[in-house]
């Protein structure tokens, strides 16, 4: 199937896994209605982007070696399309007639922008040191 | 030595998408004889469309409109003047035996000073009315063709399969026969020139995505017949269902959505960098149409008797035809040669297309049963004008008296809160809307829903009546 369409809360991000090419995406929709659709794994060791936290000074750090996100990297796995006042995503892939397109979307928090939560109102808990 | 990029010398203006300058620009095009009031329950005069153009100064068009006052009557006089500009581009001429051309309102109509005034004003128009759209629908990620094609083709095979609520309204109607009207009334901006708009097209230098744009025009047009014509066809409809066929008699009557959706298309055809956005939409009109044309003619048959269908007919036809030579020679090749901007704009055109074609089909569903409930809000008034005129004495409700001699017509218009009409003298032909009054005598009175569109005439030598604000009715009942 070429086509997943979700309904849904518009504030919240999602996760898109694709097997085939061992992809992982993050996804997100502002309230403007500009479309994120982000490489999910760090550079590093493929940890989880989306997870990132916000340290003191502002700045996205990957939950598993806290290394710095700079520029998350957009993916071209998948093309979305958003409507606002009907709560609904749809996710767009081309059908592979010869593969099982598998590919499951997963609604997640979503995630953080740099600079997003000032280092004095961000939870204690949730802060990496640096 | 000289600085030839030291051009300008400005006297008057800095920027013409300055919004005081748009601003003078819509006072400016609407003070005219062709668009003031007049005592006419349906347009008696070719050139003349009614703006209610001695509001237009209270309201304010800066800011964007937001989905949620997609229905306000800011945004349904911005549709009306925005609509009776982007006609001063098409050539119109009385054409039937009955009508008379009165030149001096051809003049009028056509003249340089209204012409470069709507030039000024359509930007400005454009950005208030079709803002939301980028909010409402977001298209991102990577879009390539076959992504486009998988896409077209699910939420197309999903509509087809679902009832149109234009028809759902018509069915459940209690006049099924001024439901249907109503309906053929509100495509009639669009279809009585029809394909007006795409023909803006026909002109430029775009390679073989122009020819094959011109091959859909031609069928439109009806290929040199002028009896084949898709708004020849349209006007035999609308005779046949007891209606005028005069582009615009019944201007009053368009719902703000009918407005919004045919002035997309203009504005979509208009702005030459919404050529992709024009390709989706256009795809998307074609392909809806052969289902939706089948399911309006199927219903509007049993509600009109006699109707002639053969616009319809047509459609189920032909737009077979247009819908593949869309997407085969112009949506394919567009995103072969343009890539991204193609593809995005082509998906965001279909989806505005789509997404306004169904907000007027439940704008036209709530019209229709705001009709229906006129003697439900007639008794209404009865049940809660005491406690209201109460409050309004305490000031705590907002009331104003107005006295109108006989024969004069409130141009149909909308609020943007419920209002309780209530006659202190006289009598007045309350117009629920398009074919639908309800007479109000002294004492008695109506409550007005927020967003309806409705009108009023005076029938007694003079009706002293007050409009009360009371913002929602459920409070009062
Ligand atoms: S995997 Fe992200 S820092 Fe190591
Ligand atoms: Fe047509
Ligand atoms: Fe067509
Ligand atoms: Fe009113």
Redesign the pocket.
């Known amino acids: 199937m070429g086509v997943k369409s979700l309904t849904g809360d518009p504030s919240a991000g999602w996760i898109v896994a694709i097997p085939a090419t061992r992809e992982r995406v993050y996804i997100d929709v502002s309230e403007r209605g500009e479309v994120r659709v982000l490489n999910d794994?760090?550079?590093?060791?493929?940890?989880?982007?989306h997870l990132c936290q916000v340290d003191q000074e502002g700045r996205l750090?990957?939950?598993?070696?806290?290394?710095e996100?700079k520029k998350p990297r957009p993916s071209k796995a998948l093309a979305v399309v958003a409507i606002a006042s009907k709560n609904i995503v749809h996710f767009v892939r081309e059908t592979a007639e010869s593969s099982p397109d598998v590919w499951p979307v997963k609604q997640v928090v979503r995630m953080q922008r740099p600079g997003s939560i000032s280092p004095k109102s961000a939870m204690p808990g949730r802060q990496v040191p640096n | 030595m000289h600085d030839k990029t030291d051009v300008l010398d400005q006297r008057s203006a800095d920027d013409f998408l300055n919004i005081e300058l748009a601003r003078d620009a819509i006072l400016l095009f609407a003070n005219s004889v062709l668009h003031y009031d007049f005592d006419d329950r349906y347009e008696q005069h070719f050139y003349r469309r009614k703006l209610r153009p001695h509001v237009l100064k209270y309201l304010d068009f800066s800011t964007p409109a937001s989905v949620d006052q997609l229905l306000s009557y800011a945004v349904l006089s911005a549709n009306r003047v925005l609509g009776a500009m982007y006609e001063t581009d098409f050539l119109l001429l009385p054409s039937g035996p009955a009508m008379e051309f009165d030149e001096k309102e051809f003049d009028e109509f056509y003249a340089p000073g209204r012409r470069a005034a709507a030039a000024c004003a359509m930007p400005y128009l454009e950005k208030y009315l079709f803002s939301f759209l980028g909010q409402e629908i977001a298209v991102g990620g990577s879009w390539t063709l076959p992504r486009v094609e998988e896409y077209f083709g699910h939420i197309l095979s999903q509509d087809a399969a679902s009832e149109s609520l234009a028809t759902r309204a018509i069915a459940a109607s209690k006049d099924p026969k001024n439901a249907g009207q109503d309906w053929l009334l509100q495509l009639a901006p669009d279809f009585l020139l029809e394909s007006s708009p795409m023909a803006r097209y026909a002109s430029g230098s775009f390679g073989d995505l122009g020819t094959s744009l011109f091959k859909v025009i031609i069928d439109e047009l009806g290929y040199g017949e002028f009896d084949t014509k898709h708004s020849t066809l349209f006007e035999n409809t609308l005779r046949s269902a007891d209606l005028n066929h005069v582009p615009h008699h019944y201007w009053q009557y368009y719902l703000n959505s009918s407005l919004l959706l045919s002035n997309y298309f203009n504005m979509i055809t208009r702005d030459k960098r919404h050529f992709f956005r024009y390709v989706g939409a256009i795809y998307y009109a074609e392909t809806a149409f052969i289902t939706g044309c089948r399911q309006w003619a199927d219903t509007l048959k049993n509600s009109i008797p006699g109707l002639d269908v053969r616009y319809f007919n047509e459609h189920c036809h032909i737009d077979v035809d247009h819908s593949r030579m869309v997407m085969s020679n112009l949506v394919r090749p567009a995103i072969e040669r343009y890539g991204d901007r193609a593809a995005n704009d082509i998906v965001r055109g279909f989806e505005e297309s789509r997404w306004l074609g169904e907000w007027a089909e439940k704008d036209f569903q709530t019209q229709i049963a705001w009709k229906d409930k006129a003697a439900h809000y007639h008794e209404a008034h009865d049940r809660i004008f005491d406690a209201v005129a109460a409050k309004a004495a305490a000031g705590e409700v907002k009331a104003e008296t107005f006295v109108e001699p006989a024969g004069e017509l409130s141009i149909t218009h909308c609020h943007d809160e419920d209002e309780l009409c209530h006659i202190n003298s006289g009598v007045m032909e309350f117009i629920n809307g398009f074919g639908k009054s309800t007479r109000l005598e002294a004492g008695k009175g109506i409550v007005i829903e927020h967003n309806r569109l409705h009108g009023a005439l005076i029938e007694s030598d003079e009706c002293n009546y007050t409009i009360y604000t009371i913002r929602d009715v459920k409070q009062w009942v």
């Open positions: 794994k760090c550079r590093h060791r493929g940890g989880p982007l750090r990957c939950p598993w070696h806290g290394r996100l």
